[in-house]
């Protein structure tokens, strides 16, 4: 009936069947329906509340303003910690809490390009011919010496003032001072002109800065509260400098801002950030004319003044005092050593007049844009569209479509001209205003045609590098890449899997970029390419990043009516989201992709999704359907003709095989295995299938045999750079010392895996890696660290549903209370362990049932 408000539902809202930012904000608006609709005012009292109870300071608090806009649709970004307090005010479940928590990490860490920023350890260069500030740098250095308070100098200013070369310059000066020791620069692109880079989530600046600090990826937590009180830990007891540039609010910046003694942020933004209560501010303004005259007089100390005695107050005067201005002043200035001062005065005022340019950054770019060669000035239009926060010769010669040579001397006249700046090493960027003018300039000079075709070039040779990249890292994987065609503009001297290695990652936020760019504005075919060739690249390891390209794919694969790029992109997407802990999710687009692989007839898709959904069953312990895909998938591998595939079906099910006591039968198959990588020259499938041939032989009492297999195991892995199979492989040599009573020894090979498969983000490896330190720990007597290794390793093997391996936490757990006298636990322990064992039905089933008859009969 009109006017009559919806019914609230029976059940609350599934966070579960979000796939996008505003399907979580409008499963939240039925949430607050469902709990009977309180007002914004109520639920921001009670999350106070709630907040305050926790010892949150009344800084921190939040508004009724700022909770209603969580349930405004349209936003590049969420507040967590924010949003989780919402759900948690209109449904204080911890189960259905949960289930929101995991719906934000896989929505929201999803496609956002908001995650995409690159975080450094080193300033960018400073100004060599920097002027001006006295009382600026004055305040900041006194500020910073005052180590025993937190300080925080906010630089706020127009654009163009110069707040990032202050701040950079400042930093510079502090380093120097060694006031600091350490340094961390974060560019948060709050006022990008292009609507493809929107400020970077400060959840993913974190993650950058944590990742710096050399936190493992895997130790990183999700949530954004989580993660700034990670940054805080690392941050104590040390003096670091931490640079946040170009930022957008409070909001954004606040969980960046250092709480720590010994630690200073020097934050710059277009707007004061009031919100900041801890902050000093301090407003930049444009230079004082006497700043401005001086900051010429330096830049071109040379340059004959003419006429006009007073030619450069009147060139100070016309460029509004503006440093950016000023700068791309002095530019031209050297590039025309035959005027003089009092003729570019004049010209200045000239082009005022004739175009009643009121802007001295506009009038400035003007003057330095009309003067340049017109090779050079294609080139900045066009640099201008790269969709990335900053770009190397490469991709400036394939936007431009020139050689190298002649693309690296305009790029440094145009640095030289301040109209392009130099970042990180071989790299550079554009200021704001800068890109703006240029991508309009663009506009007018460039037919649709033209730059079409310039950004396509762009696109073509970041997928045919990206190609040529793991065509080095995952040679026998380049069958299931598609296939693209080599570079046809320069690209850079890959020869090796380290050089592919270093290029992906120096590249990777700018191939997330790209992908994002090309999915918005009408390059879905590269999308989709991109997904599949940087499938292995991201695959693991950068999990955020994945999910961001394949749901991209996804979409542009849906969008042009390509159901084998869909499949594809859905298997990715699939594999992404099971890394990111969410494998009901997984399944559910594992076997829609299936489908379409099987009304196309690719047998191969087929099989490929077969065994990844055989792996999520394995992880879950039920090794019977692990088996029965296993083998659907390899028989489907075996009729489309792919070795590689076959290889590994026939791996995953010796490992079935081997988990369930049968070791016979799984030397077989991994021999079988083994046979087949050596023919194809699969060198990480080679290692994996040695690997496992000497954990069986460890099993079957064959130690020499199994030192072999491992010591050939692990010289492949450390050749080929697989980190994973380098880890397994140690983990199985630490289980061979063990085996043989060597304690410390298996020790210390069980930390060094431990260690690598933390920082590369594997938790199936790491709980099973911490089980056996527990073993390890138990058996030499050390009962409280055995406690603590298994209690870690049930929490992850809970957390990701790997019910083996939570038996084996509770069977170690069992048997550490059982050591300590403490009867009741062990039991209780014991009992859940063989639930387990039952459930995936393994032989350890057997021997815990049995144990507890013997020991714990008459008394318990």
């Known amino acids: 009936m009109s006017g009559t408000p919806p019914r609230p539902a029976s059940d609350p809202a599934d966070p579960g069947q979000a796939r996008t930012l505003d399907d979580l904000i409008e499963m939240l608006r039925l949430l607050k329906l469902w709990a009977g609709d309180p007002s914004y005012g109520t639920i921001t009292t009670r999350i106070n509340a709630a907040w305050t109870a926790a010892g949150r300071p009344a800084s921190e608090l939040t508004k009724r303003t700022t909770v209603a806009d969580c349930f405004r649709p349209g936003r590049r970004r969420l507040n967590h910690d924010l949003f989780l307090a919402i759900v948690e005010v209109l449904h204080p479940d911890k189960g259905y809490l949960a289930q929101w928590r995991q719906a934000l990490r896989v929505v929201g860490e999803g496609r956002n390009a908001v995650s995409q920023v690159r975080v450094l350890d080193a300033l960018p260069p400073d100004v060599a011919d920097f002027t001006g500030r006295a009382f600026e740098l004055d305040r ?20 163009g003032v110069g707040k990032t070369q202050l701040a950079v310059h400042a930093g510079h000066l502090l380093l120097r001072a060694e006031v600091y020791d350490r340094v961390l620069f974060v560019n948060l692109r709050g006022f990008h002109s292009d609507e493809t880079q929107p400020p970077a989530d400060p959840s993913a600046a974190l993650e950058g800065f944590l990742r710096v600090l050399g936190v493992p990826g895997q130790q990183i937590p999700h949530e954004l509260e989580a993660r700034a009180a990670m940054f805080q830990e690392q941050l104590t007891g040390t003096r670091t400098l931490v640079v946040l540039d170009d930022a957008a609010d409070a909001d954004q910046v606040r969980p960046l801002v250092p709480a720590v003694s010994g630690c200073l942020a020097l934050i710059t933004s277009r707007r004061e950030l009031a919100e900041l209560p801890t902050a000093t501010r301090l ?83 003007h003057l330095s844009y009309r003067d340049l ?73 460039d037919a649709p045609k033209r730059r079409r075709a310039a950004t396509e070039r762009l696109l ?5 590098v990206s190609a040529r990249a793991m065509d080095l890292l ?46 918005a504005h009408g390059w879905p075919t590269h999308t989709v390419m991109l997904s599949r060739v940087l499938f292995n690249y991201l695959d693991g390891v950068h999990r955020s990043d994945a999910h961001t390209v394949h749901t991209y794919a996804c979409d542009a694969a849906r969008r042009i009516g390509d159901p084998v790029g869909y499949a594809h992109a859905l298997t990715n997407l699939a594999t992404a989201q099971r890394q990111l802990g969410g494998f009901d999710p997984a399944i559910e687009r594992y076997g829609e992709a299936l489908t379409l692989f099987r009304q196309a007839g690719d047998l191969a898709g087929q099989a490929r999704v077969l065994g990844l959904l055989g792996l999520i069953e394995e992880r879950r312990g039920a090794y019977q359907a692990a088996t029965e895909h296993y083998r659907l998938a390899l028989e489907m591998f075996e009729r489309a003709g792919d070795s590689l595939g076959e290889a590994n079906a026939l791996n995953s099910l010796g490992m079935v095989q081997a988990r369930l006591g049968r070791h016979t039968q799984a030397v077989a198959l991994y021999r079988q295995a083994l046979e087949i990588y050596r023919q194809i020259g699969d060198r990480v499938g080679e290692a994996n299938a040695l690997n496992v041939l000497g954990e069986v032989s460890v099993h079957l009492g064959r130690p020499e045999q199994a030192v072999d297999y491992l010591r050939q195991a692990l010289t492949l892995s450390r050749q080929v750079g697989d980190r994973y199979g ?46 056996s330190l527990g073993d390890t720990a138990r058996a030499g007597g050390q009962f409280s660290t055995a406690l603590a290794h298994y209690t870690a390793a049930h929490a992850i093997a809970e957390d990701i549903g790997a019910r083996y391996q939570q038996a084996r936490a ?17 039991y ?27 020991e714990f009969r008459p008394t318990t």
């Not at 509770?810 to 062990?826: F, I, M, N, T």
């Not at 009992?831 to 507890?852: C, D, F, N, S, W």
């Open 726 to 771: 380098e880890a397994s492989t140690l983990d199985t040599l630490g289980i061979l010392h063990a085996e043989l009573g060597q304690l410390v020894e298996a020790t210390e090979q069980y930390q060094q895996a431990l260690a690598i498969l933390r920082d590369i983000g594997e938790p199936h490896g790491e709980a099973h890696v911490l089980n």
């Open 810 to 826: 509770q069977a170690g757990l069992g048997h550490v209370h059982q050591g300590r006298g403490e009867l009741s636990d062990a």
């Open 828 to 854: 209780r322990h014991f009992q859940a362990a063989l639930e387990h064992y039952e459930a995936v039905g393994t032989p350890e089933a057997e021997e815990i049932r049995a144990y507890l008859v013997e």
């Open 460 to 464: 073509d040779h970041y997928l045919a």
């Open 373 to 445: 060669p017109e090779a050079e000035k294609r080139l900045l239009r066009l640099v201008a569209l790269h969709p990335g926060q900053d770009f190397d010769v490469y991709a400036a010669a394939a936007v431009a479509d020139t050689d190298l040579e002649t693309t690296r001397v305009a790029i440094d006249h145009l640095c030289d001209n301040h109209l392009i700046q130099r970042g990180a090493p071989d790299r550079y960027t554009l200021h704001d205003l800068v890109r703006a003018y240029a991508v309009g300039r663009a506009g007018d000079e």
């Open 283 to 365: 407003t930049v303004n444009v230079f004082s004319p006497s700043e401005a005259v001086s900051f010429l007089n330096r830049a071109v100390p040379d340059a004959v003044v003419g006429t006009d005695a007073d030619a450069v107050e009147r060139i100070a005067l016309r460029c509004g005092y503006l440093p950016l201005a000023l700068s791309l002043i002095v530019g031209r200035i050297r590039s025309t050593p035959h005027w003089t001062l009092s003729d570019h005065a004049e010209r200045l005022d000239e082009c005022h007049r004739d175009r009643r340019l009121d802007s001295g950054v506009e009038l400035a770019l």
């Open 474 to 519: 995952h040679p026998a994987e380049a069958h299931r890449r598609p296939t693209v065609p080599p570079p046809t503009t320069p690209a850079p001297p890959l020869d090796s899997p380290d050089a592919a290695l270093e290029w992906l990652n120096t590249e990777r936020p700018i191939l997330v970029s790209v992908v994002a760019h090309a999915a």
């Open 140 to 159: 900041l250095h006194r500020l910073a010496r005052d180590a025993s308070a937190v300080v925080v100098s906010a630089l706020a200013g127009m654009a």
